[in-house]
């Protein structure tokens, strides 16, 4: 492997910066009393040749439009990252020392709330998904000259999701993306299991199609000669395999397993360690000028209103495809709405969208978790990504929708074939559970259409709101049930049957809507009146809507769902209503199911007609 043509000046500068980077992490977590400085110490040189030569970026400016950008996958080396930029000008480097304290947005590991961080980080596995995200928006939906750089660790090299994002990195021949392994021998509470053997590595990376450079992640030299092969490289991505070692430059550290998470106390360690860091400083005068980012051409977004509903009153449509059908054009009116599918886009029908604009189309093939990381890398980029798979799937990569919801991502994510209603599928493709879990994270909106006009407007709605939002689509066709002019604004209801007789409120979405009205006739002809509610909005809920049917019915609810009892739509509205005293009946899906045809399943199950008039008739009894 060559050296880089760096002049001894240039070397001496950028060791001194490592160093100093190497003393900056050492000060910051002795004074927070936690934190990882041998994993801080064991990436220095490296952070050091991206911050001071390789990357362009604005020291001021983090968000600069066209800067390089970089992610810190081993999110446990943060202080690291705090010390590139605060060396780099950014802040003061005192502000360090208020590492992992409740008044500073130095945090033990990354989050958004910092400038210069695009995905909170700290669950391992999950930089390099996203800088695929960031790479796919620079090569193929702006098109623009940046490049991204992605710092990982040896021990997430184990999870599964960094080799999904391997494969689809060299699928989508990401020349613009490279990866730096920092392999440092040592985990947590074992070693590695490939330690340091180099060849190992390369052979696995070169394997899954990436152009690999095995380097010594000490030498400057070495690693600027290697970041300038990746970025001469062509057709594929390149990882960097840097040979390191844990503690690097501070000897009662370097090369010790038992030093993993653990700072060096404050006073005399923490001193010598200091002094010992300082004393490899070397003479320079050298003031190293940080490349600025390429031009950026201007451009601005012009975004558009979805024409009038398409569907008409009595329609049957199935809510999953009005999805596929308004993502396509509302794909028309907003440039900055991409889409990112799992290879079921045929079920989903997000191939409608696909089909249209494949600059703004990514197909993950099998590989969830790299979906939705991804897609937290090109909102990362101002693009709004809709995300669409069964429901049931996305259970594969809840990590990344907890990690997106940490970082307040952007993300639209739509999940299909819910509940017993897909039919003979089977329980492993029934989605029963995905209301709980998206409501679980705060700052989620979880929406839930019944017909294609709600579908229509809510796929809008979603697409506007700035933040996570689930939407919940169905497989069987259903009934057009709302007129065109109808409008769905986030946290409302609609209420659909009432009268001032009402003895009981039916709360329902989705099928169980249909199945809620059914039950309605029946009843009527019983002479048993009672209203219905189209909760659509499950988060935020209208609470308003509810307390006022629920007063206006003698206090009496009953929720229906195509969903597990726990978490769902009747939790959702006994969070709502239970401050109030008032006591909820819920009919949900209680066991686990089995194949069969959708209306039989309904019925079997309890949520159907028959049950919603069974319980109406005990309830008000």
């Not at 709004?384 to 970082?407: G, H, L, Q």
């Amino acid at each position: 492997m060559a050296n880089s043509t760096a002049s001894p000046e240039v070397l001496a500068a950028l060791h001194n910066k490592a160093t100093q980077l190497r003393i900056e992490s050492v000060r910051a977590t002795s004074e927070a009393g936690s934190g990882h400085p041998s994993s801080c110490c064991s990436a220095a040189d490296i952070v050091a040749a991206l911050f001071f030569s390789v990357l362009r970026y604005d020291p001021k400016n983090p968000k600069a439009p066209n800067s390089d950008r970089f992610v810190l996958s081993k999110g446990h080396a943060a202080p690291l990252l705090y010390a590139a930029w605060a060396e780099a000008g950014l802040f003061p480097k005192s502000d360090l020392l208020k590492l992992r304290t409740l008044t500073s947005d130095l945090e033990g590991h990354p989050t958004p709330r910092l400038p210069f961080v695009d995905m909170a980080t700290g669950s391992l596995g999950q930089g390099l998904p996203v800088g695929i995200g960031l790479a796919l928006n620079a090569k193929s939906v702006d098109k623009t000259s940046y490049r991204t750089y992605v710092l990982m660790g040896d021990g997430e090299s184990v999870e599964g999701s960094v080799w999904e994002a391997a494969e689809v990195a060299r699928h989508h021949r990401l020349d613009n993306l490279c990866a730096i392994v920092d392999i440092n021998r040592l985990g947590q509470s074992d070693p590695t299991m490939l330690q340091h053997d180099m060849e190992a590595y390369r052979s696995r990376w070169t394997g899954f199609g990436w152009h690999a450079i095995v380097v010594d992640g000490h030498s400057l030299s070495a690693i600027l000669a290697a970041f300038d092969e990746a970025a001469r490289t062509t057709g594929k991505p390149t990882v960097l395999l840097a040979k390191t070692f844990k503690g690097r430059g501070i000897s009662v550290m370097e090369n010790h397993p038992e030093w993993h998470g653990k700072p060096l106390k404050k006073g005399e360690e923490t001193d010598k360690a200091i002094a010992e860091l300082t004393a490899q400083l070397k003479p320079s005068q050298l003031e190293i000028q940080i490349q600025q980012p390429y031009a950026a051409p201007s451009k601005q977004a012009s975004i558009g209103s979805l024409p009038a509903s398409p569907y008409k009153l009595g329609d049957s449509v199935a809510t999953r495809e009005a999805f596929g059908a308004t993502l396509a054009t509302l794909g028309d009116v907003n440039p900055l709405v991409v889409g990112l599918d799992a290879d079921v886009k045929n079920s989903t029908y997000t191939d409608k969208f696909g089909k249209k604009f494949p600059d703004r189309f990514f197909e993950n093939f099998i590989a969830e978790q790299n979906m939705l990381g991804a897609a937290a890398g090109l909102a990362a980029c101002g693009k709004i990504p809709f995300v669409a798979t069964f429901a049931a799937f996305f259970t594969r990569a809840y990590d990344f929708i907890r990690m997106a919801a940490i970082s307040g991502s952007n993300i639209k994510l739509v999940g299909t074939h819910v509940g017993v209603s897909i039919g003979e599928d089977g329980p492993s493709q029934m989605g029963l559970e995905d209301i709980a879990m998206m409501a679980a994270q705060p700052g989620v909106v979880v929406l839930y259409p019944s017909d294609a006009t709600s579908t229509y407007r809510l796929v809008e709605a979603a697409a506007a709101h700035k933040g996570m939002v689930y939407l919940r689509a169905g497989r069987p066709k259903a009934p057009v049930i709302y007129g065109p002019e109808e409008r769905f604004p986030i946290g409302g209801s609609k209420v659909i049957r009432q009268s001032a007789s009402d003895v009981l409120t039916i709360v329902a979405a989705g099928v169980t809507l249909f199945e809620a009205l059914k039950a309605y006739d029946q009843l009527k002809a019983a002479g048993i009146s009672v209203r219905v509610i189209d909760l659509y909005s499950i988060v935020p809920i209208d609470r308003t809507t509810l307390l006022e049917s629920a007063k206006a019915t003698q206090g009496r609810i009953l929720t229906v769902e195509d969903h597990y009892a726990h978490g769902g739509l009747g939790d959702a509205v006994l969070s709502a209503l239970g401050p109030e005293g008032l006591k909820v009946h819920k009919l949900a899906v209680r066991i686990i199911p089995h194949s069969g045809k959708p209306d039989e399943l309904v019925d079997h199950f309890g949520i159907g007609a028959r049950s919603i008039v069974e319980a109406t008739k005990n309830i008000t009894k």
